[in-house]
């Protein structure tokens, strides 16, 4: 292994990639610690110390920021507009017959749809910055009450401040993206999905220092193994694959001969990704959001019984209906994801046009159902497994007091693991390209 890191480092080509990369990693990471104009930086320091942080959506963007929501630094929103907009545009193709179309037409029209994605971003970091800086302004940012420090997060709250801030935020995404962009044309791996990687692990060492701190060094190696535990099922699982074997019938152009190859379609038992924790937590934001309006008493002095109710169940992590709810919407956005992003009919399609069939299923609709029924069966242990993994995180909030952005679970191990392979499947395949081993055997 060692002596495998090692070739890549006398690599010249790859310890420049490397080397970019790593360059635009501690850029974005010291630009997620710069704050933002007119912000009180030592009272959202105090108020992060006292408090306990911020739960539902917004400790979703914390995490994807790497703590630079809180912190209301020039990269406060991180990469969270980008995967939004991501999102949107991959759920319009079903919706917009034209991005269908400009999907299918190849590098041109993929080109354009990255476009949209571009401007969209811009449009969510836009509402979103707007959004954060009200909150901010009104001192509920971190939900704290009793702490003077977290209702005055602003220097100065005029209006054209406050238009300061949202405009440097928003630029601060678009820097983001054009980060991204250039470790995935320059470096190595996908840009952004290493921005996300690093925003996440950045917060690996502050969860294990307060488990550490606030449970013992017992319940900390107990975490900490359980958490290797939960590294290498991942890992088993990330790399699982139903391969459905195809053949190629063998076809004469003139004199030469085409086709007559055997190869297998993959389908990942997780093929849906990190994408439905993403919506799950999302909608499950958004009743705790209508209550947090609805707090005024009535004329009785009461809290109405709905509100009350919400904030019992559906504001706290660690209650067994959040815990059940959450997971059925995992496995429901599971399969409602997996069935927009892969579509059997025109796998077939693709297949019978060009010569390919299943040994034992005939082409067109019998192999798009044969397709159908293979998909199906294998999302079912995919979305169990990702609903598992969501609720790791409420399970360490609930025994252990860990909070939300608990390391070993969730979103957070999804992306670390997936990313990490990835990366490292680029650096082998970029390694046996110049005649070495790899790293990977």
């Avoid at 969270?80 to 999102?87: E, G, K, L, N």
């Avoid at 690996?204 to 975490?223: N, Y």
């Avoid at 924790?277 to 109405?304: G, R, W």
């Amino acid at each position: 292994m060692f002596s495998a890191i090692a070739r890549v480092f006398r690599t010249p080509d790859l310890r420049r990639k490397i080397a970019f990369t790593l360059a635009i990693i501690a850029l974005y990471r010291f630009g997620a610690h710069i704050p933002a104009p007119f912000v009180d930086f030592p009272n959202v320091q105090e108020c992060l110390r006292q408090s306990a942080g911020t739960q539902g959506l917004l400790s979703l963007v914390n995490l994807f920021s790497g703590g630079a929501l809180l912190q209301l630094s020039i990269f406060a929103l991180g990469v969270m507009p980008y995967i939004t907009a991501t999102i949107i545009v991959q759920l319009l193709r079903v919706v917009i017959p034209h991005f269908e179309t400009l999907y299918k037409e190849g590098q041109a029209g993929q080109a354009r749809l990255t476009q949209y994605t571009r401007y969209l971003t811009i449009a969510l970091a836009l509402l979103q910055s707007t959004t954060l800086v009200t909150v901010a302004r009104s001192g509920q940012l971190f939900g704290a009450t009793g702490i003077p420090e977290c209702e005055q997060l602003l220097t100065n709250d005029a209006w054209w401040a406050q238009l300061l801030m949202i405009i440097t935020m928003t630029a601060g995404t678009g820097l983001i993206m054009w980060f991204a962009e250039l470790v995935t044309e320059r470096g190595i791996g996908n840009g952004m999905s290493l921005l996300i990687f690093t925003s996440i692990a950045a917060a690996f060492p502050a969860s294990m220092w307060a488990i550490w701190q606030s449970r013992g060094f017992e319940v900390f190696l107990l975490v900490l193994a359980v958490g290797i535990v939960v590294v290498a099922l991942v890992v088993f699982v990330e790399q699982s694959q139903r391969r459905i074997p195809v053949q190629y019938a063998k076809r004469m152009v003139g004199r030469r001969t085409y086709g007559g190859t055997n190869t297998y379609i993959p389908i990942k038992v997780n093929m849906a990704g990190v994408v439905p924790v993403i919506f799950a937590s999302s909608l499950l934001y958004i009743p705790a959001l209508i209550a947090q309006f609805n707090m005024q008493p009535n004329a009785e002095n009461e809290i109405p019984p709905w509100v009350s109710w919400i904030q019992q169940y559906f504001t706290n992590g660690d209650h067994p209906i959040y815990m059940v709810v959450y997971f059925l919407l995992i496995v429901g956005f599971t399969y409602f994801y997996v069935a927009i992003t892969f579509n059997p009919v025109e796998v077939a399609d693709n297949m019978k046009k060009y010569g390919g069939f299943i040994p034992g299923i005939r082409a067109g609709r019998p192999t798009a159902e044969y397709l159908d029924y293979v998909l199906t069966r294998i999302t079912l242990p995919g979305s169990l497994y990702l609903g598992c993994i969501a609720l790791l995180p409420l399970i360490a909030l609930a025994t252990v007091g860990a909070n939300q952005n608990f390391p070993f679970g969730g979103a957070s191990i999804l992306i670390i693991v997936g990313v990490g392979l990835e990366t490292v499947k680029q650096i082998d395949a970029q390694l046996q390209q110049r005649h070495y081993e790899g790293l990977l055997r």
